[in-house]
């Protein structure tokens, strides 16, 4: 069933997990992760970041595909525009039928990223789509998705407290040490934050940068605050590793390996984000 994100959290908040929200980039991906997540019969946050639109799926496409298996499916599954930063793009993914947007202007000043975020809220909420934006700053490794290699800036409370209070957004991405990409190493979470920004922020938190980022930092995230976790870079390194080691010799094989290591990668975490918990605890 296609839906949006609002209840989800709500419950995520709640009983203390996390969704995960793995990038598709394709058809193929997008049939994918939906598989996995009706293999578990677990909830999906299905995101399309605006720096894949174009070579492998259009805006359009992803749309039509993305509401057709969605609205086929038996579980809660979200249609989320990852990293919006075209206010004609989210826009344009809205009225396709994009459930949940993202404008990132977290690269602005506050001031001007409030206004930013405020143009988008006031045209989504009158369609019924929720919106995520971004305090602070999560910067990138070596990646996948188009970021520049900046260093992260942490998310303050006081920022946090003082951008839902102005803009009214249904989620907030902060920074607390994770970077888009890949680590070399494992990255050391400010749980502290975390945790300080949950106690004066009633909004649910999301957290980008989720590969790599080591398991138990991540069970932490999800357990203490964090309703939603974007994987994308596992998911890639997963398929190639399962190619190599099948030895596809064809693109038929090398499909099949690449399906194998991302379902395996997305089932794995899903068991790591404690999502089964939103079948366990009613």
């Known amino acids: ?23 598709f980039i394709d058809l193929e991906s997008l049939r994918w992760h939906i598989e996995t997540a009706e293999k578990l019969n ?16 259009t805006l359009e ?7 057709k298996y969605a609205a086929q499916s038996q579980v809660p599954i979200v249609l989320h525009l990852d990293h919006g930063a075209t206010p004609d ?3 344009k993914a ?9 404008i990132d202007a977290s690269q ?12 988008i809220v006031e045209y989504a909420h009158k369609k019924g789509v929720v919106v995520e934006a971004e305090i602070g700053y999560v910067g990138a490794n070596e990646n996948f998705e188009g970021h520049e290699g900046k260093s992260s800036r942490y998310t303050t409370v006081e920022e946090a407290k003082k951008f839902v209070e102005q803009t ?7 920074s607390i040490g994770t970077a888009h990409g890949i680590y070399k190493g494992v990255p050391k979470i400010n749980f502290d934050r975390l945790k300080e920004i949950r106690a004066e922020v009633e909004t649910p938190l999301v957290l980008h940068g989720g590969s790599s980022s080591g398991d138990e930092n991540l069970k932490r995230c ?44 997305l089932e794995h975490y899903y068991k790591v984000f404690e999502t089964t918990y939103f079948l366990e605890r009613k």
């Open 1 to 23: 069933m296609l839906v949006t994100s609002k209840e989800l959290f709500q419950k995520a908040q709640q009983q203390h997990f996390a969704i995960p929200a793995p990038n």
């Open 42 to 57: 677990l909830p999906l946050i299905l995101a399309l970041a605006e720096a894949h639109i174009g070579e492998n799926i």
């Open 61 to 67: 496409d992803a749309a039509i595909i993305g509401k």
């Open 89 to 91: 793009v989210i826009k």
């Open 94 to 102: 809205i009225d396709l039928g994009f459930t949940s947007v993202m």
């Open 108 to 119: 602005y000043p506050f001031e001007q990223n409030v206004i930013k975020t405020n143009e």
């Open 168 to 174: 009214n957004v249904d989620s907030l991405a902060i």
């Open 222 to 265: 999800a357990t203490e605050g964090i309703t939603k976790i974007n994987i994308f870079s596992d998911l890639l390194v997963a398929a190639k590793t399962e190619i190599d080691k099948n030895k596809s010799q064809n693109y038929l094989e090398i499909k099949q390996a690449a399906k194998k290591g991302m379902q395996q990668c």
